[in-house]
């Protein structure tokens, strides 16, 4: 089956170039490629293994976050080609450099602008989530579905990533917390943050940055098992949207009543 076909591939990937350098890297391994921007070996040789091999599943562009640093053209794929693949194969970057386990590697497959499947392997968790669309949500075989939040916002637990939010907004946030049981910043790793949305331990997770390798797995992930992925303006993701502001939540009462404490 072609679902599991990319999951090894992406298991592979991490055991060839990702596993061996952990708590491993050699100088000159590690480069900026952006102001706060951190990029490793791994992250490169990750990527041209996943994406030499993606091709021979399914024959598409393959729009590589670390390919697409070097040419943004590559984005075009989303909106012209019939199908894409979005790789990100090291999630959480910095984390991996600072010896956290906080990381992962990530895939989905667009067909005409609509996510149809996605995976994000954990692989110092040795955990894999695969997602179909219309088929459901899936953790290491097991189907998922996302119970409801509860209604009471002091009882909800959530992230709010800040970093790329103007002052004003940023403020708007941090006096929401206090309402909350919980508000934290967030892993610095989207495929960490999705899986912990969906396995029930936040109820929801607001995102500024939205680049399309980071969210289309995670979002696929998360609507198949049940819950909500909305613009602030309450519209629908698509990957190839560039507009900033993803929220992420349980289901949709828990958006609704999240998104006045949070968003203007």
Known sequence: MWINKVTEILIDAAEIAILPRFRALADGEVAEKSPGEVVTVADREAEELISRRLRGVVDAPVVGEEAAAGDPRLLMALRAAPAAWLVDPLDGTANFVAGRSEYAVMAALVRDGETVAAWIVRPAEG????????SGAWRDGVRVRREPAPSDPAALRGAALTRFLDPPAKAQVEAAAPRFAALGPGTGCAGVDYPRLLDGEQDFVLFQRTLPWDHAPGVLLLTEAGGVARRPDGSPYRPADPRPGLLNAA???????????LLS
């Open 251 to 261: 289901d949709m009462d828990c958006w609704n009543t999240v998104r006045p404490l």
């Open 127 to 134: 955990c894999v989530y695969v997602a179909e669309r219309g």
